[in-house]
T-cell receptor, first 120, second 113 residues
Framework: NAGVTQTPKFQVLKTGQSMTLQCAQD?????MSWYRQDPGMGLRLIHY???????DQGEVPNGYNVSRSTTEDFPLRLLSAAPSQTSVYFC???????????????????FGPGTRLTVL | GQQLNQSPQSMFIQEGEDVSMNCTSS?????WLWYKQDPGEGPVLLIA?????ELTSNGRLTAQFGITRKDSFLNISASIPSDVGIYFC?????????????FGQGTTLQVKP
């Protein structure tokens, strides 16, 4: 298994440009999510999906769109990049939502290696 | 919204020392998760806690789910250089199965050989 893969690893954009960050997993996980990581702020949830065709907003969804047409892929779209979106982006996946009561190894969330995005 | 506060923000310790860090919330959590992030990589789950008072170990790591359900603790015994990284606590907001997770701001650990 490749696990969770993200492309690209690095990207530089100009303000106003659009782009898509790719995320794929080959573990047949239902739950996928996108986070951004900024210095001193931990990880903040942007969007998440509990299965193909179902997405919802996290803490900081403004400026980002997502779709989940297949179980494997969960792309994150920046429609008009802004300097405030300069960050490191992580995609993650698990069989079930990690916060589900009771817990089991099915809840374990696996993170991709991240995409470092700079918006000038 | 709900926040998780981690303490301390950073630690610089000598190899062999024990480490303690904690995570607190103003509201009750039903699940506490502890992650470690190595430099340049994504976080990896260390320990998951699902029951108040639960004490769980993973090698030299021990985590506890606070009795009040508003805090959790992570201890590392006999630290080694590869313990370097950022440690995050995380948990679900208390509003049912929302699918959301919130993370603390992290504790950065540096170990001097």
């Amino acid at each position: 298994n490749a696990g969770v893969t993200q492309t690209p690893k690095f990207q530089v954009l100009k303000t106003g440009q659009s782009m898509t960050l790719q995320c794929a997993q080959d573990m047949n996980h239902e739950y996928m999510s996108w986070y951004r990581q900024d210095p001193g702020m931990g990880l903040r949830l942007i969007h998440y999906s509990v299965g193909a065709g179902i997405t919802d907003q996290g803490e900081v969804p403004n400026g980002y769109n997502v779709s989940r047409s297949t179980t494997e892929d969960f792309p994150l779209r920046l429609l008009s990049a802004a300097p405030s979106q300069t960050s490191v982006y992580f995609c993650a996946s698990s069989y079930r939502w990690p916060g589900l009561a009771g817990g089991s190894s099915y809840n374990e969330q696996f993170f991709g290696p991240g995409t470092r995005l700079t918006v000038l | 919204g709900q926040q998780l506060n981690q303490s301390p923000q950073s630690m610089f310790i000598q190899e062999g020392e024990d480490v303690s860090m904690n995570c607190t919330s103003s509201s009750i959590f039903n699940t506490w998760l502890w992650y470690k992030q190595d430099p340049g990589e994504g976080p990896v789950l260390l320990i998951a806690l699902y029951k108040a008072g639960e004490l769980t170990s993973n090698g030299r790591l021990t985590a506890q789910f606070g009795i009040t359900r508003k805090d959790s603790f992570l201890n590392i015994s006999a630290s080694i250089p590869s313990d370097v990284g950022i440690y995050f606590c995380a948990g679900p907001p208390l509003s049912g199965n929302t699918g959301k997770l919130i993370f603390g701001q992290g504790t950065t650990l540096q170990v001097k050989p």
